[in-house]
């Protein structure tokens, strides 16, 4: 029953990209730079990697926040030409570790965006600019 139930799935999951003319990873659709950019770093902050992998163009193994860390962010569109576009983020991380008190890290990052059809997705090597942002937390 269980097989059935998931051989199904897979069916219709493979039908409506078939119907649909859509790439897989591109089935979110969102009118904005920014939009994409908060959405990837919500699904990020709420601990939701596959949700955030649907945004990217070639999807990737990304670590995950958990919920609550990232704060007081800013998303600021630095250019668009409507093929590609650039957001800058800033913002910070905080939490509170049992074992090392309290950490601090201030991001400060851009993202990559290019328009696929009609859907805006981060490049995969804005990625880096995450992870470099990432590296020295202060406690």
């Given at each position: 029953?269980?097989?059935?139930?998931?051989?199904?799935?897979?069916?219709?999951?493979?039908v409506f990209?078939?119907?649909?003319?859509?790439?897989?990873?591109?089935?979110?659709?969102?009118?904005?730079?920014?939009?994409?950019?908060?959405?990837?770093?919500?699904?990020?902050?709420?601990?939701?990697?596959?949700?955030?992998?649907?945004?990217?163009?070639?999807?990737?193994?990304?670590?995950?926040?958990?919920?609550?860390?990232?704060?007081?962010?800013?998303?600021?569109?630095?250019?668009?030409?409507?093929?590609?576009?650039?957001?800058?983020?800033?913002?910070?991380?905080?939490l509170e570790?049992?074992?090392?008190?309290?950490?601090?890290?201030?991001?400060?990052?851009?993202?990559?965006?290019?328009?696929?059809?009609?859907?805006?997705?981060?490049?995969?090597?804005?990625?880096?600019?995450?992870?470099?942002?990432?590296?020295?937390?202060?406690?």
């Amino acid at each position: 029953m269980i097989k059935k139930r998931i051989i199904s799935t897979i069916l219709f999951f493979i039908v409506f990209v078939l119907i649909s003319g859509c790439n897989p990873g591109q089935l979110v659709t969102f009118s904005s730079p920014v939009k994409v950019t908060k959405k990837f770093m919500g699904a990020l902050n709420s601990n939701k990697p596959a949700k955030a992998l649907d945004l990217i163009c070639e999807s990737m193994v990304i670590p995950s926040l958990s919920k609550d860390y990232l704060k007081n962010l800013n998303y600021e569109e630095i250019s668009n030409d409507g093929v590609l576009a650039t957001v800058h983020v800033t913002g910070e991380i905080r939490l509170e570790n049992e074992d090392l008190g309290a950490l601090k890290k201030n991001l400060d990052f851009t993202f990559l965006l290019e328009k696929n059809g009609n859907d805006w997705c981060i490049q995969r090597n804005s990625l880096t600019n995450i992870i470099n942002s990432l590296i020295d937390i202060t406690y």
